[in-house]
């Protein structure tokens, strides 16, 4: 066993293969690979311009290669295009809310104003609306600016909960390029065994599944139904060589050089197969990979529980400022609706006689008295022609940007409160399928329980109501990794790490 091995706590190997044991010393540091050639390299941000070398411009055009190339080369162009919106969104995004608020005050409010003239609590109700407007959009702009400028590649907050995890989980990280290159070696011949495994499973299920369909269409062939018979043989057939296919070889290659795909449902990522605990590696860094971290291909970086990359926040969406994100929605979602149903009444106004015949008197008055003040509103909530712009885009967005953003608020709260990203979403339904073909229940391994895993994102210190109404900029205070109890709590490793561990880590 090398030094850069792995001691997973608690049996967490999905009981695929026994974890490897290592040491408990927490390192400073780990090495970059000098090996790499060096690049030309322009940068913007964290986007990397490379300059092609000679050997991958041959691979443009060199049969059987050229897929590959081309292929890469779209993707890279993907990943750029998504990450140079990201400046166009935020723009974007803060011009929705800029036409709301003024929306608002310079229209909404003097129509209430009316509304409530001779009304003795009306001044109390144009004060709440305003108080509640103000209080979302701050909440609002809050989120949206911590979920927008918080990092979750680099910094020393990246750097602490690195080694938190590393303690918790009883890691050592390897120190010299010798000990990195033979950690890669033991990480990937522990996947090459988990997926023979699997592989294996899959074609003896499917051996049995042949097996009992061969014999149904004996029984079959007995008894006369010939044409039944036929259908059930061709499928037999097509089971029992892609079954032999795959067993022939680790590599699923038949003699003609085509590859054997296994009978699985869906493609499996190596981090599937690894236990909730357990350390991974990255090839694009370079490094160990923590559990449940995953390589961000636009931010170029690990990110701890990575969500996705939205273009929208001009960031990846992960550990650190995933409560900001969910709170963004909530909020969003909340402001949406609230524009819609208060611009409701003046936008179905448009369409009726009363809002032409106070247009056409608009312009006799102006005609006639030569002045561009408008005349009194022949109902609170009419509006000016002026004002019809203002009013169709603010009902028009919030409506339709309102229910959009509150459908992935809810997909969000049932991730937050089963303690999943949407990465793992994924994965988990593709295990719970492959499970329930094998008359078996697959559970999530990061789940500890609604309240648990509220506090996970939203921490434990506040009432969870009060957690997400008032606005923050605090930390998290559980580790992203599922641990009971005081383990799971960064403050258990808090004063550990200071004395041990003065280095940073490299990303």
Not at 139 to 164: D, F
Not at 192 to 219: D, F, T, Y
Not at 220 to 244: I, L, Y
């Amino acid at each position: 066993m090398s030094s850069g091995s792995a001691s997973i706590p608690n049996g967490t190997s999905n009981g695929e293969t026994d974890p490897l044991v290592t040491n408990a010393e927490i390192p400073i540091q780990v090495p970059e690979d000098k090996t790499k050639g060096k690049k030309r390299t322009f940068a913007w941000g964290s986007l990397r311009f490379h300059m092609p070398s000679k050997r991958q411009l041959e691979a443009y055009v060199t049969p059987g290669r050229r897929m590959d190339a081309w292929c890469g080369l779209l993707h890279y162009c993907v990943e750029s295009f998504v990450y140079l919106l990201g400046p166009v969104l935020i723009c974007l995004a803060t011009s929705i809310i800029g036409l709301l608020v003024y929306t608002f005050f310079t229209i909404m409010h003097p129509m209430m104003g009316l509304y409530y003239a001779d009304a003795w609590y009306g001044g109390y109700v144009i004060g709440g609306h305003s108080l509640l407007v103000i209080y979302l959009m701050i909440n609002v702009v809050w989120n949206y600016a911590l979920c927008v400028c918080t990092s979750n590649i680099n910094g020393k907050s990246y750097n602490k909960v690195m080694r938190e995890m590393a303690m918790a989980t009883g890691f050592v990280f390897p120190e010299s390029p010798a000990e990195v290159e033979q950690f890669r070696k033991d990480y990937e011949d522990r996947m090459v065994l988990r997926m023979q495994c699997r592989r294996a499973r899959a074609i003896e299920a499917a051996n049995r599944k042949a097996s009992a369909i061969a014999q149904g269409s004996k029984v079959d062939a007995t008894t006369g139904s010939s044409a039944d018979g036929q259908v059930t043989q061709r499928k037999n057939v097509q089971n029992t060589n892609g079954a032999s296919g795959t067993a022939n070889g680790i590599n699923n290659t038949t003699q003609k050089g085509q590859t054997d795909v296994a009978p699985t449902s869906a493609q499996i990522r190596p981090w599937m197969m690894m236990g909730p605990l357990e350390w991974g590696f990255c090839p694009r860094t370079n490094q160990p990979k923590p559990p449940r971290s995953h390589y961000c291909h636009v931010s170029k970086g690990l990110v701890f529980c990575l969500d996705h990359y939205c273009p929208w926040m001009f960031n990846s969406v992960g550990y650190f400022n995933y409560r900001y994100f969910v709170n963004f929605l909530i909020f969003a979602s909340v402001s949406m609706l609230y524009g819609a149903s208060l611009s409701y009444t003046p936008f179905m106004l448009l369409s009726t006689t009363k809002y032409r015949d106070q247009l056409r008197a608009n312009k006799r008055h102006h005609q006639v008295s030569n002045s561009h003040e408008p005349i009194p509103r022949m109902e609170p909530f009419l509006p000016y022609a002026h004002e019809k712009v203002y009013i169709t885009l603010t009902f028009m967005l919030s409506l339709a940007v309102g229910l959009a953003v509150l459908m992935l608020t809810v997909f969000h709260i049932y991730l937050t409160l089963s303690s999943q990203t949407t990465i793992e979403f994924h994965g988990n339904m593709s295990n719970a399928r492959r499970a329930k073909k094998m008359g078996r229940k697959w559970k999530n391994p990061y789940s500890f329980g609604a309240l648990r895993n509220f506090q996970h994102v939203y921490g434990s210190q506040y009432h969870p109501l009060l957690a997400i109404l008032i606005p923050s900029w605090r930390e998290p205070d559980f580790l992203p990794i599922p641990l009971p109890g005081d383990q799971g709590k960064r403050s258990t490793y808090a004063g550990k790490n200071s004395s041990r561990n003065k280095g940073d880590f490299v990303v």
